[in-house]
């Protein structure tokens, strides 16, 4: 990863929502223990620019207003775009500070920026005629039709014997709104928090002069750090998660960790259902399309709690074109 003479290397570092923890406490924590690491790249002569999930936050922030709005209709509920903006903001607040403390460490004064992100996804995509992504709060059966009698665009599943909960879209990423800012940014030496929690989704009103309105939906995660990537011409997607490997046969006897992997065989074993529908295979098909993009892209996929082994290239797995 060092870069001695020439233009520095981009990098897009992803850092998984569920690998933040789940309690503010947790958040700050791994932040300050994962910071030095990110600066780390930086002072090999990269630039960088990053990204998270937000799973666990999100819906921490949509069950206090709808736990709120419960006790006392007089305080909102309030829906996902919403939500999402806020763990954006939140989220990326812990980062600043996380950096500011491992920047004042090492004697730098670099810049950090959080950009509120907002993705635009195409109204016609399939998904929303079949929201599967499941989100928010277990409700009973009795819960689930008082809500459905009070919002009936909404719907529900029975979610595992658990309870009921509300699903929404999980559409592709088309374009990053604001990717003219983020760029701005890069070009004037921040280090940018962009994206988070995959973007707020947003759609054309052309009822309103083509301005954007937020929708409830999810954007994947690491497709949105991939479009990230792309759109910044990065030549490295990090994506930080759990686990330090890839790995075939996860959780069996015979698991087998992979430390390189070219796309093509990412692909053949992503098809094949080696990785987790709902974990690890979105972060390897992620992968596939950065790489696959443009020559000489690489992707590694590593736990966060090895950062530096990770981007130093000691640990994690690297998916690179063939």
């Known amino acids: 990863m060092t870069k001695a003479f020439g233009k520095p290397d981009r990098v897009v570092i992803a850092l998984g929502g569920n690998a933040l923890g789940d309690t503010p406490e947790d958040q700050i924590r791994r932040v300050r223990e994962v910071a030095p690491a990110?600066?780390?790249?930086?002072?090999?002569?990269?630039?960088?620019?990053?990204?998270?999930?937000?799973?666990?936050?999100?819906?921490?922030?949509?069950?206090?207003f709808a736990t709120a709005h419960a006790a006392d209709n007089s305080i909102p509920a309030m829906d996902l775009p919403e939500c999402g903006a806020m763990s954006?903001?939140?989220?990326?607040?812990?980062?600043?500070?996380?950096?500011?403390?491992?920047?004042?460490?090492?004697?730098?004064?670099w810049h950090v920026a959080t950009v509120v992100t907002q993705i635009e996804v195409d109204p016609d995509d399939p998904?929303?005629?079949?929201?599967?992504k499941p989100?928010?709060?277990?409700?009973?059966e009795e819960e689930m039709k008082e809500e459905k009698v009070a919002h009936p665009d909404m719907t529900y599943v029975e979610d595992s014997g658990r309870g009921w909960r509300r699903v929404v879209a999980s559409p592709e990423p088309k374009k990053i709104v604001e990717a003219d800012s983020i760029l701005n940014l890069l070009d004037n030496e921040f280090i940018v928090v962009a994206c988070g929690g995959g973007g707020v989704p947003v759609v054309r009103d052309y009822s309103d002069k083509g301005a954007y309105k937020g929708v409830a939906a999810v954007i994947?995660?690491?497709?949105?750090?991939?479009?990230?990537?792309?759109?910044?011409?990065?030549?490295?997607?990090?994506?930080?998660?759990?686990?330090?490997?890839?790995?075939?046969?996860?959780?069996?006897?015979?698991?087998?960790?992979?430390?390189?992997?070219?796309?093509?065989?990412?692909?053949?074993?992503?098809?094949?259902?080696?990785?987790?529908?709902?974990?690890?295979?979105?972060?390897?098909?992620?992968?596939?399309?950065?790489?696959?993009?443009?020559?000489?892209?690489?992707?590694?996929?590593g736990s966060l709690d090895k950062a530096s082994e990770t981007m130093s290239g000691l640990s994690g797995t690297r998916i690179i074109s063939a």
């Open 220 to 301: 994947d995660k690491d497709m949105a750090a991939e479009l990230l990537a792309e759109d910044c011409d990065a030549d490295v997607l990090f994506l930080l998660t759990a686990v330090e490997h890839v790995a075939v046969n996860f959780g069996k006897p015979n698991q087998r960790d992979l430390d390189e992997i070219t796309a093509e065989e990412a692909q053949r074993l992503a098809d094949a259902g080696e990785f987790g529908k709902g974990s690890m295979e979105p972060k390897v098909r992620a992968a596939i399309k950065f790489v696959n993009s443009r020559k000489g892209r690489l992707c590694i996929i």
């Open 135 to 140: 989100i928010g709060q277990f409700l009973t």
């Open 88 to 109: 954006q903001g939140y989220i990326g607040y812990h980062l600043q500070q996380g950096l500011g403390v491992a920047m004042h460490k090492a004697y730098k004064r």
């Open 38 to 64: 990110l600066l780390g790249v930086i002072q090999q002569g990269n630039e960088i620019i990053i990204t998270h999930g937000n799973g666990p936050q999100v819906g921490m922030i949509q069950k206090a």
């Open 127 to 132: 998904s929303f005629d079949n929201p599967t």
